[in-house]
C-alpha cells in the first residue's frame, strides 16, 4: 500500500481503459452503419465492455490475476450509461467515506449500479439514461461480478480485519 498519491495515476489509467474499450467499439459500429453496413452497435460496446473488464481483471501479464475490476467497469459503464455510472459512483463515495471500507463502497456501488439499470430499463424517472435490455443484463452481470470478486474482502469484514483507508494494516485475531 503506498498511499493514494502513487494510486492516482493507475486509478486514471482503470478508467480510461474501461472508457475507451466500449467507446472504440461504439465509434466503429457508427462508422459502419454510416457506410451501409449492418448495426452491431446494440450488442457490440456490451461484449467490448465485458472483455475489458475480464481482460483487467484476468490479466495475462500478471499470470491471469488483476483487480477486481471496479474502475474498469466505472471507466466501461461511463462510456455505456453515463448518469447511471456516475449515480453509482455517488454511492461509492457516500459509502466508502461513511465507512472509511472501500469494498463496502465498491460493493455498495454494484448494488447500486444492478438497481438503477433496472429502473432505467422500466422506464422510471431516474436515471435518465436509456437502458435496452442488454445494457441492464450487462449491468447486471458485472455486478455480480465485481461483488464476487471481493469475497475476500466480504470475509475480512465479516471478520473486523478488513483494513479501512486512513488505518494501520490489522492484523487477523488469533
Request: charged share 10%; net charge positive; hydrophobic share 55%.
Amino acid at each position: 500500500m503506498l498511499g493514494w498519491k502513487p494510486a492516482l495515476p493507475v486509478v486514471f489509467l482503470d478508467l480510461l481503459k474501461g472508457f475507451f474499450g466500449p467507446w472504440i467499439a461504439m465509434k466503429m459500429c457508427e462508422a459502419q452503419v454510416a457506410a451501409g453496413g449492418a448495426d452491431y452497435s446494440h450488442w457490440v460496446p456490451l461484449v467490448a465492455g465485458l472483455l475489458v473488464i475480464l481482460g483487467h481483471s484476468f490479466t495475462c501479464f500478471a499470470g491471469f490475476r488483476g483487480g477486481k475490476g471496479v474502475l474498469a467497469a466505472l471507466g466501461v459503464f461511463l462510456a455505456l450509461c453515463p448518469i447511471t455510472a456516475l449515480s453509482a459512483f455517488g454511492v461509492w463515495i457516500i459509502l466508502t467515506f461513511s465507512t472509511k471500507y472501500v469494498s463496502v463502497g465498491s460493493i455498495g456501488a454494484c448494488v447500486a449500479l444492478g438497481a438503477f439499470a433496472v429502473m432505467g430499463f422500466l422506464k422510471l424517472p431516474f436515471p435518465p439514461d436509456d437502458i435496452n435490455l442488454g445494457l441492464m443484463i450487462t449491468c447486471l452481470i458485472v455486478a455480480v461480478f465485481v461483488i464476487v470478486k471481493h469475497k475476500s474482502n466480504i470475509k475480512r469484514l465479516m471478520n473486523g480485519t478488513e483494513n479501512g483507508f486512513g488505518s494501520k494494516r490489522k492484523t487477523p485475531k488469533a
